[in-house]
């Protein structure tokens, strides 16, 4: 048990009464129109707006929140920050939350190959169907070089920056992406139909919907295809379908891809299927601890893996797995080929082996959503070919919440779920996913913490420094570190995170460069060439989410993964190592072809990561709900669990040393470089020792609440007496984490922004300020999970009645929101490993005797 558990902060005062709903985002600059001024009669319908673009058009990232019917589209010919500078001129503003500006720059850029400069796009919503035509009407003056008609000459400038405007079609259903992937499942099955997926336009009325499913699959059946599978989800505006097309129909696409299924107006966008899929190697090795299997205890599960089917019977598993097997998936499954789910349980229940630390105490639920399929190379565990994942995804959780079917909920306790898995074809680009979207619906809806991996990427990478392999082993780990890193900030636009991990109400994991294997391993032609553990690994994926939010959210550890050398032609090329030969990884529990229930192997990457993660989660749930030293926060509501989670994950994050070789990589502004470090550590490396215990220099304290948007509450925390007027390091840590709702019709998308900032002192009678390595102000402000540090060592006074005041503050972000919204507060208050002021018991004193709560001697 903790000896020093963690504390509760008093119940937070309200200090801003709930004002009235003021419903939707603010429209921008008033109508600059000359009195007078008159318009050609052919643009009528555009008049009351002639002066002020931004009423005529509404910028969307997104076309999910467009009306078909209304859908326009702006190819920008060089820089779209070049563009949004030149539309704000003339009063057309991108509609930002208010909280925030973006700007613009290569993550808001929709590329097809991001290594070439294409134009980019952006979609704008006409008031209806005749401004649209009118305004298309109007590109076709310019372009023509007529005369534009008065009111307008303000939009000659902005379409001399356009390739073209024009409304939604065939290039904006068929992406080049696609047309790649279908040219390689031809080649590999030259005469096999092609399956993939139709993502639909989601029309609001039901008999609506129901007409344009019927047209789209008359256009499908009349070109010879096959629906497999159709799905429609109303709470985050999803229609879609799975589709297979004969291949001759695919070559037609191919050859011209504006004909056929490409032009039907039903359809928003065609992709390639969703799918995660991870192969199944044979590297195996002896439990280096083996045990007597003991059960868990007989408690409801509080943790939910949706993975591929664990072997149950695993030493390390059995009697601590709940499988829900809906599908009867067992019969099938080849115990050789359950890898990934065995793996997966193993490190949230045990940790990393090598570490040797005690199980968790409660039994893990487990849902299979993988099946086993051999390949000539062997077994692969895939998502269903015959499902669309995001309605597979939805109904496992549905099931696990409410029950399908007139039973009841399967896994009704469960309030984090691990979704370590990425979908393959669909790397985040801009616009929200269905899946992401999916996600924080169900984190809203049902209360529960997702934590998603950002995904891995194995490809190769050129070294522009170093001729051969013998150049890069003699170089400094300094120089191996800064050339691995610029090689992968040249490519980061094609190395961004895997659905669903841009969704904003999850926490997104990322895998950071340790591991326990004592160093000294060595593979063929390979090395660990990063030396610093704060980094990330070369594999683990980078941000940063929608709207720029911070993603990842933070790394855990994910494998001392190596690099290898692949080429020198014509200087050294690297990619990350295949096989951890014993030199690296996290020890999990695997399956045997032969059927030994004790072999473990090595595993690493971001998968690994967001296993651990939730393991950490997890012990905190466990020092909180299950230890008898935490009385005081015995009592704490179960809707505020996992919120409290979801902050103290972030809040025992932190950069470290690594950061300054991701700072050097870029220039610019100060933001700009920021951003650049979140987009590979997102707050940083998890110290998950920092979150389920105090130690006698630092108190950590959790609160929670209700907030209402338009209102603020005010938290005191007792600070130390023994720290007053004392020159001394210190630092404080605030964190606070909600879920938002979400409209996905909006471009402001989280329809609720949290803030958590001084309410008292601005200095928070500590002395102390913004910490320079973390994230920028901004971008803290971004997503659900608001985290600031601050540190100082100067004596200052205490004010405030000798208390840290803390303003915690909601307001509307995406339409009108009248509820209330859950959130969790951690704050920590922490001195100098050296100095001998106690901290905990002090803060401790003050808090008993306004909380009075009972607390262990």
Same mark, same amino acid.
């Given at each position: 048990m903790p000896e020093r558990p963690l504390l509760k902060i008093p119940a937070p005062e309200p200090i801003a009464p709930p004002r009235p709903p003021r419903g939707g985002a603010k429209l921008t600059k008033p109508s600059r129109q000359r009195q007078g001024e008159r318009l050609d009669p052919k643009f009528e319908r555009l008049e009351r707006v002639a002066g002020d673009p931004a009423q005529i058009l509404q910028s969307r990232q997104d076309p999910e929140a467009i009306a078909p019917e209304r859908a326009i589209v702006f190819e920008v010919t060089g820089s779209l920050a070049t563009f949004y500078q030149e539309a704000s001129r003339i009063g057309l503003e991108y509609l930002a939350d208010d909280e925030l500006e973006i700007e613009p720059d290569d993550d808001f850029r929709l590329t097809e190959k991001p290594e070439d400069a294409i134009p980019g796009r952006v979609y704008f919503a006409m008031p209806d169907l005749d401004a649209l035509r009118q305004l298309v009407s109007l590109w076709q003056r310019y372009q023509s070089?007529? +005369?534009?008609? %008065? @009111? !307008?000459?303000?939009?000659?400038? #902005?379409?001399?920056?356009?390739? %073209?405007?024009?409304?939604? @079609?065939?290039? %904006?259903?068929?992406?080049?992406?696609?047309?790649a992937v279908w040219r390689d499942q031809l080649a590999e099955a030259p005469d096999e139909p092609v399956r993939f997926e139709v993502e639909l336009w989601y029309r609001e009325n039901p008999e609506t919907r129901r007409a344009a499913f019927a047209a789209f699959s008359a256009a499908v059946q009349e070109l010879g295809g096959t629906l497999v599978h159709h799905a429609s989800i109303p709470e985050i505006r999803y229609d879609a379908a799975l589709i297979d097309l004969p291949a001759a129909r695919i070559r037609e696409l191919l050859a011209n891809p504006t004909v056929t299924l490409a032009r039907v107006n039903e359809i928003m966008f065609i992709r390639p299927q969703s799918m995660a899929a991870f192969p199944v190697d044979e590297e195996r090795e002896d439990d280096p601890a083996p045990s007597q299997p003991s059960a868990a205890a007989p408690l409801p599960p509080i943790a939910a893996l949706l993975d591929g089917l664990p072997v149950q019977n695993h030493r390390r598993l059995d009697s601590r797995l709940v499988i829900d097997d809906p599908e009867d998936l067992e019969p099938t499954y080849q115990v050789a080929a359950r890898k990934h789910g065995t793996e997966m349980a193993s490190l949230i229940i045990h940790g990393d082996i090598n570490r040797d630390e005690p199980p968790l105490s409660r039994p893990l639920y487990v849902r299979p959503i993988m099946e086993p399929v051999q390949t000539p190379a062997g077994w692969d565990e895939r998502t269903p070919a015959d499902r669309l994942l995001v309605d597979h995804v939805y109904r496992a959780v549905r099931r696990m919440k409410e029950g399908e079917a007139g039973e009841p909920p399967t896994a009704p306790s469960v309030f984090i779920i691990n979704l370590s898995m990425g979908d393959e074809s669909r790397q985040f680009s801009g616009p929200m996913s269905p899946w992401a979207r999916l996600l924080d619906h169900l984190a809203y809806r049902y209360n529960v913490l997702f934590l998603v991996s950002a995904g891995n990427i194995r490809d190769t990478l050129g070294l522009t420094g170093f001729s051969n392999w013998t150049a890069f082993e003699m170089a400094t780990p300094a120089e191996r570190e800064a050339a691995l890193f610029a090689a992968i900030d040249a490519r980061k636009a094609t190395r961004t995170?895997?659905? =669903?991990?841009e969704a904003m109400n999850v926490l997104t994991i990322g895998a950071a460069h340790r591991d326990a294997v004592p160093p000294g391993g060595a593979i063929a032609s390979g090395m660990d060439a990063i030396g610093?553990? %704060?980094?990330? *690994?070369?594999?683990?994926?980078? @941000? #940063?989410?929608?709207r720029k939010v911070i993603k990842p959210d933070l790394l855990a550890e994910g494998g001392r993964e190596y690099v290898r050398w692949t080429s020198t032609n014509p200087h050294l090329h690297v990619a990350p190592a295949k096989q951890a030969a014993r030199a690296f990884g996290l020890l999990a529990a695997a399956p045997d072809a032969r059927g030994d229930l004790a072999k473990t192997a090595l595993t690493w990457g971001t998968s690994a990561a967001t296993a651990l993660a939730t393991r950490a989660g997890h012990l905190v749930l466990d020092a909180l709900m299950d230890s008898a030293d935490n009385a005081m926060l015995a009592d704490t509501p179960p809707q505020y669990l996992p919120l409290i989670i979801k902050a103290l994950l972030v809040h025992g994050s932190a950069w470290g040393e690594g950061a300054s070789v991701l700072e050097a990589l870029s220039g610019g502004k100060h933001h700009a470089i920021k951003d650049n470090v979140s987009r590979f550590v997102g707050h940083g490396v998890l110290d998950a020792s920092r979150i389920v215990a105090c130690t006698a220099g630092r108190a950590t304290l959790i609160g929670y609440g209700e907030i209402t948007p338009g $209102?603020?509450?005010?938290?005191?925390? /007792?600070?130390? /007496?023994? #720290?007053?007027?004392?020159?001394?390091? +210190?630092?404080?840590?605030?964190?606070?984490?909600? !879920? $938002? =709702?979400? *409209? /996905?019709?909006?471009?402001?998308?989280r329809m609720v922004a949290l803030e958590a900032k001084p309410a008292g002192d601005k200095k928070l009678s500590l002395g102390v300020e913004r910490a320079k390595d973390q994230p920028h102000d901004k971008a803290i402000a971004r997503g659900t999970v608001y985290h600031d540090r601050r540190e100082g060592r100067r004596a200052a006074p205490y004010v405030d009645g000798g208390d840290m005041l803390v303003r915690v503050a909601a307001r509307e972000t995406?339409?009108? !929101?009248?509820?209330?919204? /859950?959130?969790?507060?951690?704050?920590?208050?922490?001195?100098?490993?050296?100095?001998a002021?106690?901290?905990?018991d002090e803060v401790r004193a003050a808090v008993v005797a306004r909380v009075g709560a009972p607390v262990s001697p």
């Open positions: 070089g007529g +005369r534009m008609a %008065d @009111g !307008f000459g303000r939009w000659t400038q #902005l379409f001399g920056l356009l390739k %073209d405007v024009r409304a939604w @079609g065939p290039e %904006d259903r068929l992406t080049a992406e696609t047309l995170i895997l659905s =669903p991990a610093k553990s %704060d980094l990330p *690994n070369l594999s683990s994926r980078l @941000g #940063l989410g929608f $209102s603020a509450s005010r938290c005191r925390i /007792p600070l130390p /007496p023994s #720290l007053e007027g004392v020159l001394e390091p +210190r630092s404080v840590a605030v964190t606070l984490a909600w !879920f $938002s =709702p979400i *409209n /996905p019709r909006h471009q402001g998308y995406a339409g009108e !929101f009248t509820g209330r919204v /859950p959130y969790a507060l951690a704050v920590s208050i922490e001195v100098g490993v050296s100095s002021i106690p901290v905990y």
